[in-house]
């Protein structure tokens, strides 16, 4: 099977996206919407009912670098979360701590990675974490930067 | 697009909400969130202040314009409720009568009425296996009324359906059917003549017939369940089928079938029948040959211990509705006089919600057919605080899976069809739920 270039791949993310499909847990859209590479993204996730996260809304950044979807995005919660797979110090979401997604396939997109996200904070460990106060955010990070280091 | 874009049209977005909320909305983008808001607020009943909108991953600020955020023609929206009093009262434990919330709540407590998931403490049922109404498997689905079993409504319009009544007083009163009930039951078949001819008996049988007074009976029943147990309260209403009835007959008919309800839930697919009246059904859930003791063991309870024991109305009544717990409901009729399954099981009926009772009365019908009204008189068990999300975390991964991702929906799908994944995507497919 032909593989989906990377543009065609995000274009039909962001279509998807915006058109809202889904049950609005979780949301994505690009940062900039003249982002012709569609490098940088938003992404909220609705924090699961009945859980610590419950009521709150998470803001994260993403980051689908040119190797994208063949290797995973960057991905940082922009909002404080005590979560394992987060790194308390910026944000950064460690993949390897997320099981359902920890081994990256190309037919990951950004939304599996959110929804994943989501049920991992939904998940019988982390349900109860006590959270840090809502609307205090993690430091800003170039994610830019940062994706041409890990190059 | 591009001049759908231009802060000078109207556009047209979809905010979708909770409690599968969705408006179309035409707005001038120049306008700013909050007038947005304003606008949501007076479509629906979410306040403006606890309203907070998602689009693309970015929460808007209500200083905001629209057009800030690039929002084009057809574009959705999602809008969060944000916390407030009632969602912490909510989250502080439901012990109220979901009731209240009804299908208008919007909160995220979804009204748990008739889910037939009120099961924790019952032995027997586990998430997988609650007896519930599978649209397929209903042999009165056809019946105008009876689309949605798990609509507390729906056992009201039952009553009343003469279709209903028709089907099982014809039924109950096919010399076959009370044979084979009688038969399949090793106590019954035991004492045989003495129960033959006590369901033979004219009055018995005029009952049974009758589809009015099953109906005054059933709803008696109802009444009695909306927290009144009726106590000793047998000779409240005297004893209109002698003492040689027993309400086993039918017990019989309820412990098997509302067994078979409880234990098999939503694998009960084919002729309801054979299963019906198995009292090897009865001994699944466990309650042994005897029957006595767990769910569904009723029939045989009630058969062992009391073959002949004076049998009030209403012990016949949650007999022959075939509760699960009826059987135990009958039995504690004649023994102890109590009327109520509830002491057997530990669970006060004041407790328990009026609607504790209709989802286990009519929760199980479609399961087994008749199997389901195993639930009629079984003591409403202490509801299952756990929201549905939770109950049906892996279910509903497995929808989402499938693509399935309205979360409202599914929820509903699945407690519908009691947590059975392929029956709530069939549930799903069918769009009966979309009505």
Redesign the interface.
Known sequence: MAKIPRSFRLLSELEHGEKGIGDGSCSYGLKDPDDIAMYGWNGTILGPPHSAYENRIFSLSIYCGDTYPDTPPIVKFESKINLPCVDQTNGLVNFSRVASISSWKRDFTLETVLVELRRDMASPANRKQPQPPEFSEFPPLDLAKLAKQRK | MAEASSSSDVIKI?V??PSELKLSIEIDPSKTVAELKEVIAEKSDVEKDRQ?L??????LKDEEQISTY?I?N??????????NKT?AAA?GGVTASPAAGGSTSQS?QLPRMGTGLNVAGNPVDNIENIPHGLGGFNPFANMAGLNNLNDPNAMTSMMQNPDFLREMSNMMSRPEVLDQMINSNPQLAQMGPQIRAAMQSPMVQQILRDPEALRSMMAMQAQMGGGNPMGGGGGAFGNPFGGGLGGNPFAALGGGAGARAGTEGSNTAEDPFPNLFAAGQAAQTGAGGTGAGARGGGAGAGAGGNPFGAVNYEALTRAMMGGAGAGVGAGAGAGAGTGAAAGTEGNAMGQANPFAMYQNMFGGMGAGGWGGMGGFGSPPPPADT??P??IY?TQL?QL?GMGL????KNIRALRATGGNVEAAIELIFSGSLDQ
């Open positions: 979809t979708k909400g907070r998602i689009y693309s991953g970015k929460v690039k084009q057809g574009h959705t929206l999602h809008m969060v409720k944000g916390a969602q989250a995220q756990r929201p999300e939770e975390a991964g989402n991702w309205d979360a409202q």
